[in-house]
């Protein structure tokens, strides 16, 4: 790519960052502790102290500019910051979704509705308090749907946390009426097998399906035990939201024993997530396709029936990936980029020790036909920026950019930033333009970052953990043909199709 196409705005210190000579003392220096396949951040504990010695060399690259320093904004000169709404007392932001002028954002204690008529000068026009972990949301029509995955003392949006051993704790899906978007409505709720971690709709004219993704970590949850080797398919009537049930639930991984058929992990496969769910799922309804990540499996399904999900094809990479995580598809259908989120998103990871296949992106192209297509692994993609040992960075949400012709994506890596990255050529990828803030502190590794970056009419918007809601422009001719294309509604997990 042209030098100054991604060249940054601090010249002399992104260099540094990826140099020779900063590449080496980083590999001496920003080295990473064994990462654990703990799913999200937002259970694990804020910050944690790091050695003396990750403190010093924290420091020193920020000295040496290696890195940038402490909440430090840096870019491309491709790219515009153009607003941050601070966040508030509130947990910091979660997953988002688009529809119109409005963009909703989710965090742990409920979901933020945000006019962004004006990109520049966002305005929040609702809080809606609802607490449960994540609070993913996504939204069709009048309604807005919210994950639950935390145990929680009844469905209500006043309930308290409780341990997940009592036999009366909820966990699900939580239906709202935002057809008056200054003041949603709770209208139903959904109760699932082990919650509702991330969900992606399969919208129909008369119903929305919703699959819902969750996983069993362990046997001390009395409701959520594995085998736990499918999805909860939900059918919410769209003139009758509180009818919305559970319809079914496909099993994803079929197989024999007490850990059912998915990836055995650890110890069979050391480093990599036991599979008793998946983690996400993206559907693609025009091509009547979906790609699930689901923990220590990939895998390709058709939808053409969305109450009966049907297994397509089926990868592991036992090797490089540790907990599979999202998916994308490119446009045409013929290509899908999985991630791994090696150590949960709260780990340091984004560094010389870590390399540059773990904790990435892995680009597969779709070969076949029918029935008989099959995902072949054609290259990885990472950041080429190495983080200090107290940023938490690695591959998380994002989407694709639409070009007609390029395979383009915006994808967050928590701390790591904001990337723009081109995989056209499948087998090497390139970043093209990026946004990031040095660490949040040199003495912890504080969470933060962006957690969710999606582009969407003609903007990227960006929700960072500890900072808030940004708003980024792209100035670059490649992804210049994307401020035409212009939406009625977004939700990334259920990818649109662009050009039809």
Known sequence: MPASSAESVSTRRRRLGVGAAAAGLLAALLTAQPAAATPDPG?????????????TQARKAIADGAIPGQDEIVHSTNVQHLANVPKDALPGFTDLAFQGRYAFAGNYDGFRIFDIADPKAPKTVAQVLCPGSQNDVSVSGNLLFLSTDSSRSDSSCNSTTQPATEKSSWEGRKVFDITDKTNPRYVAAVETACG????????????????????????????????HDGISVIKAPRKAPEKAAVVGFPVLFPGEGPDGGGNPGSPTNPGVAKTTGCHDITVLPSKDLAAGACMGDGILMSVKDPEHPKVIDRVQDNVNFAFWHSATFNQKADKVVFTDELGGGGAATCNAQTGPNRGADGVHDIVGRGEGRKLVFRGHYKIPRHQADTENCVAHNGSLIPVKGRDLMVQAWYQGGVSVWEFTDSAHPEEIAYLERGPLSTGTLTVGGSWSAYHYDGYIYSNDIAKGFDVLKLTDRRTDPAQRVRLRELNVQTQPDYFG
Do not use: G, M
Request: proline share 11%.
């Open 43 to 55: 259970d694990a504990a804020a910050s944690r102290q790091v050695s003396e010695s990750a403190e």
């Open 196 to 227: 509702s971690h991330t969900h992606s709709l399969v919208p129909k004219r008369d119903n929305v399906y919703i699959y819902v993704s969750s996983y069993s970590p362990s046997s001390t949850f009395p409701d959520c035990q594995p085998p």
